[in-house]
T-cell receptor, first 114, second 114 residues
Framework: DTGVSQDPRHKITKRGQNVTFRCDPISEHNRLYWYRQTLGQGPEFLTYFQNEAQLEKSRLLSDRFSAERPKGSFSTLEIQRTEQGDSAMYLC????????????FGPGTRLTVL | AQSVAQPEDQVNVAEGNPLTVKCTYS??????LFWYVQYPNRGLQFLLK??????LVKGSYGFEAEFNKSQTSFHLKKPSALVSDSALYFCAVRDMANDYKLSFGAGTTVTVRA
């Protein structure tokens, strides 16, 4: 069990650029989640997948955000036309998908938009 | 709607003394409750959870938490704190009926002095 991995760990970009983050879940986990954490706050739910299907999206996820999980394995989160307000830690988690299961988190990708 | 309150931004204790981190929650149905710990520039590490059954839950690193339905609380405790317990602690809740989205509190910074 190698845990949840995320790439890159840090990303600095200029306002208006597009960025893409990758998450590799624990191999046998069916569910994959994305959260966003800003300084001094707890993580906030963005979206989740059951296998390859995206089942729920938070209203925090504006039209500039898109997430995919092709073939139900790794996932990508893309932010188009980044804004300074997008600066945050983006956390990925995965779980088995059974009732009351535990979500295991990756190390996060810290995005800084200049 | 579901939410978590962590009333203390900071908790300071001496090494060897008992440690308590408070958490209250609000959900429309039955809760699943979780505690996570976060070290600087790292993701969240799972400590323990309450799903059902015994109200006293034991977890990693000597931590335990007690579910109190009447007070809607899930306080984290450790009988004897270590300097290495210094970190940011998050309480989180999930509604059993919407068993995917974790809602986190704002976090409590624990400092254990030698």
């Amino acid at each position: 069990d190698t845990g949840v991995s995320q790439d890159p760990r840090h990303k600095i970009t200029k306002r208006g650029q597009n960025v893409t983050f990758r998450c590799d879940p624990i191999s046998e986990h069916n569910r994959l989640y994305w959260y966003r954490q800003t300084l001094g706050q707890g993580p906030e739910f963005l979206t989740y997948f059951q296998n390859e299907a995206q089942l729920e999206k938070s209203r925090l996820l504006s039209d500039r955000f898109s997430a995919e999980r092709p073939k139900g394995s790794f996932s990508t989160l893309e932010i188009q036309r980044t804004e300074q307000g997008d600066s945050a830690m983006y956390l990925c988690a995965s779980s088995l998908g059974t009732g009351g299961d535990t979500q295991y988190f990756g190390p996060g990708t810290r995005l800084t938009v200049l | 709607a579901q939410s978590v309150a962590q009333p203390e931004d900071q908790v300071n204790v001496a090494e060897g003394n008992p440690l308590t981190v408070k958490c209250t929650y609000s959900v429309s149905g039955n809760p699943y409750l979780f505690w996570y710990v976060q070290y600087p520039n790292r993701g969240l590490q799972f400590l323990l959870k309450y799903i059902t059954g015994d109200n006293l839950v034991k977890g990693s690193y000597g931590f335990e938490a007690e579910f109190n339905k009447s007070q809607t609380s899930f306080h984290l405790k450790k009988p004897s704190a270590l300097v290495s317990d210094s970190a940011l602690y998050f309480c989180a809740v999930r509604d059993m009926a919407n068993d995917y989205k974790l809602s986190f509190g704002a976090g409590t910074t624990v400092t254990v002095r030698a």
